[in-house]
């Protein structure tokens, strides 16, 4: 049975379902979980191009296909990279550019709010 939790906000308890499910595949399927983990670990490292710069990236692109918990979870990734909200509002018009109105509205609610929910101070 789950266990009830209370979370400050959407965006934290988006990230928590994220998580929990995450942590649900890696009992079921520990090796393929463990593969991805290292692969997408590979992926994210700095290199050339800095983590913050792939966190924007992963947001476009999370932006572009409408993966809502993607977009939290890089939305998150690119707040803890430091990123500005003028940064990712530039990332959302770039999206915007190739996805159009479904790109844009994803930024205007779920990105915004996100912005919103992951900046608050914690008490």
Do not use: R, W
Request: negative net charge; aromatic residues 8%; proline residues 2%.
């Amino acid at each position: 049975m789950k266990q009830e939790q209370e979370f400050n906000n959407f965006a934290e308890a988006a990230l928590h379902d994220y998580k929990e499910g995450l942590g649900t595949f890696t009992e079921k399927m520990p090796q393929l979980a463990k593969k991805y983990s290292a692969f997408t670990e590979a992926c994210f490292k700095e290199g050339e191009v800095s983590q913050k710069e792939k966190q924007m990236i992963a947001l476009g692109i999370s932006i572009f296909s409408q993966d809502e918990y993607c977009i939290i979870y890089h939305t998150k990734g690119c707040l803890d990279q430091g990123c500005s909200e003028q940064e990712i509002l530039e990332t959302i018009g770039v999206t915007a550019a190739f996805g159009g109105g479904a790109a844009m509205s994803q930024a205007v609610t779920l990105v915004q709010e996100c912005i919103k929910d992951l900046n608050q101070p914690k008490h």
